[in-house]
């Protein structure tokens, strides 16, 4: 299948935020306002997931095998070298909460990497309302406003304030990322907006009320407004985005790093680690450079062992 420009430049945008986001270390003081995005890159990257995974029919068994895969064994590669390199979040092996903890750890159930259990609780939703649409044409855009029900539900009568509202692992934020895949099944659904001036407008007065509410809105209930604007900005800007893709440039290095971007996920904790103690921009350089070597070559093994396990299910 075709890769799409605007779908690229999208998701080489999420990335580069998430990433940016977690640069703790690496910008001086004075620039630490600038390590921000990963709310905003989290609904972007999601909300590009439920716009490609749109209107492809599969049963959920293999859905689920497909995505599981494809989420999971570049994470399982990538285990070994953290515990060879000292890296591997597991104390008290051999003992039952040892054992527990490396459980967590291969499922993705820690700090570092909770975004791989929280990209496959989304994928079973998602795969429950996009099975709606298909049989009963029930649209993505009342399964958004169900998610929002619910989660405004859990949000005003069950959450425990005493944990931030963009916390990982937490219900708020997993449902937040499951409304940016169903919004992004919607724009797929209804192919480019009509008006790409107006979503370009909108987007732009929603980079500008993400910033306002992430600055403002922190605590109390007021916080989950940080999540709703992400949200807006992300869909308004992925309309605009999609809207230009005959105008976009065809550069390679947009969709070489687009296409790993799980694996730059994956490798950034320890490699930022590494660079902390240089000075800045060398190591904004140096940690960005090293990223994303050692993202492609997490990429390369990846992908053979990947072509195997694809051979059994390739139409004859």
Request: proline fraction near 5%.
């Amino acid at each position: 299948m075709q890769r799409q420009k605007s779908v690229d430049c999208l998701r080489l945008l999420a990335i580069a935020l998430i990433t940016n986001s977690h640069f703790d270390g690496i910008y001086p003081e004075k620039l630490s306002f600038l390590r921000f995005g990963a709310i905003f890159g989290n609904c972007l990257f999601f909300l590009l997931s439920g716009y490609c995974l749109t209107h492809k029919s599969e049963s959920f068994p293999r859905f689920i095998w497909r995505r599981g895969y494809r989420v999971y064994l570049p994470y399982l590669l990538w285990l070994p070298i953290l515990l060879i390199i000292g890296k591997f979040p597991v104390e008290g092996m051999p003992s039952a909460k040892g054992w527990l903890s490396l459980l967590k750890v291969v499922f993705g159930w820690n700090a570092w990497y909770h975004f791989i259990p929280t990209i496959m609780l989304c994928y079973v939703g998602y795969y429950l309302f996009s099975w709606l649409n298909r049989k009963t044409k029930f649209n993505f855009y009342k399964a958004f406003f169900i998610v929002l029900a619910g989660q405004l539900t859990y949000f005003f009568f069950f959450f425990d304030f005493s944990y931030p509202v963009t916390g990982f692992l937490n219900p708020v934020s997993t449902l937040t990322y499951l409304q940016s895949m169903l919004l992004g099944g919607a724009l797929k659904s209804n192919a480019c907006p009509k008006k790409p001036v107006l979503c370009g407008a909108g987007a732009l007065l929603a980079a500008v009320g993400y910033f306002i509410v992430h600055r403002y809105c922190r605590e109390g209930y007021a916080s989950i407004s940080q999540l709703y604007v992400a949200v807006v900005f992300a869909y308004l800007i992925s309309a605009f985005v999609i809207s230009l893709e005959d105008r976009l440039p065809a550069w390679k290095v947009i969709p070489f790093i687009s296409k790993m971007s799980l694996e730059i996920y994956l490798v950034q904790f320890p490699v930022i680690k590494v660079f902390t103690a240089l000075p800045f921009p060398a190591n904004f350089v140096l940690c960005a450079t090293s990223i994303i070597g050692s993202a492609y070559a997490l990429y390369l093994a990846g992908n053979g062992v990947l072509k195997l396990l694809r051979k059994p299910f390739k139409k004859t």
